[in-house]
C-alpha cells in the first residue's frame, strides 16, 4: 500500500476514533428522567421534613387557618403518594381512610412519609416507557372514573410533590432553616 493511502486511511480511523469518544451520549427518556426527578424530590422532601424541627410542625405560614400546617403539609404529602401510586399500581390504596395529614407529632408524620415514599418506590423504579403508556383508570375527587395513562399520573404525583416543596422551602424559610435542596453538596 503505497505511503498516500496509509496516511488517509490512519487519518480517517484518527478522525473517527475522536468523533466516537466526542458524542454526546442519547438523552433519557420521559421515564428514565421522570424516576430521577421523583428520587431528587423525595430526598429533598424527607431531608426537610426530617430537619425541621418538631415545636414548628404545627406552624401555619401566617393566621389564615385554612393553609396547612407544616405538618399537615408532611400528611397530605403521604396521602396523596399513596392515593396515586396505589391507582397506577392497579391497588386498593392501603391507606384509604387513614387521613394522615391529621397526624400530629414529627415522628409519626415522617414515617407516614418515608412508608409513602417506599411505597411509591417500587413502581418508579420498575416503570418502563411501555408499562408507563398502559392505560388505567382512577376515580376523580368526584368519584367518576377517568381513564389516564401511567406515566401521565406519575407525573401529576411527582408536579404534586414539587409543588408542596415549594411550600415546605417558605415554611423552613420562616424560621431561617436552610432546606435540603440548597444544601452545600456532601462530599
Not at 70 to 90: I, M, P, T
Not at 95 to 108: C, I, N, V, W
Given at each position: 500500500?503505497?505511503?498516500?493511502?496509509?496516511?488517509?486511511?490512519?487519518?480517517?480511523?484518527?478522525?473517527?476514533?475522536?468523533?466516537?469518544q466526542n458524542q454526546q451520549p442519547a438523552p433519557p427518556s420521559s421515564t428514565t428522567f421522570l424516576k430521577n426527578l421523583y428520587r431528587g424530590n423525595r430526598g429533598e422532601?424527607?431531608?426537610?421534613?426530617?430537619?425541621?424541627?418538631?415545636?414548628?410542625y404545627g406552624?401555619?405560614?401566617?393566621?389564615?387557618?385554612?393553609?396547612?400546617?407544616?405538618?399537615?403539609?408532611?400528611?397530605?404529602?403521604?396521602?396523596?403518594?399513596?392515593?396515586?401510586?396505589?391507582?397506577?399500581?392497579?391497588?386498593?390504596?392501603?391507606?384509604?381512610?387513614?387521613?394522615?395529614?391529621?397526624?400530629?407529632?414529627?415522628?409519626?408524620l415522617t414515617k407516614a412519609l418515608g412508608d409513602a415514599f417506599a411505597y411509591c418506590d417500587s413502581l418508579y423504579s420498575s416503570l418502563t416507557d411501555a408499562s408507563g403508556q398502559e392505560v388505567i383508570e382512577i376515580t376523580q375527587e368526584d368519584g367518576r372514573k377517568r381513564r389516564i395513562n401511567r406515566l401521565s399520573l406519575l407525573l401529576l404525583n411527582y408536579g404534586h410533590n414539587e409543588h408542596h416543596y415549594g411550600n415546605i422551602i417558605t415554611y423552613m424559610r420562616m424560621k431561617s432553616i436552610v432546606p435540603a435542596s440548597s444544601e452545600a453538596p456532601q462530599q
Open positions: 500500500m503505497n505511503k498516500s493511502i496509509s496516511a488517509i486511511l490512519f487519518g480517517l480511523i484518527l478522525t473517527a476514533s475522536v468523533a466516537a422532601i424527607s431531608r426537610s421534613a426530617a430537619k425541621f424541627p418538631e415545636e414548628f406552624m401555619r405560614p401566617g393566621p389564615q387557618t385554612e393553609v396547612r400546617t407544616f405538618g399537615q403539609l408532611v400528611g397530605h404529602l403521604a396521602d396523596f403518594n399513596y392515593l396515586w401510586c396505589s391507582e397506577a399500581k392497579g391497588e386498593k390504596n392501603p391507606m384509604e381512610g387513614k387521613a394522615l395529614e391529621k397526624l400530629t407529632s414529627k415522628a409519626d
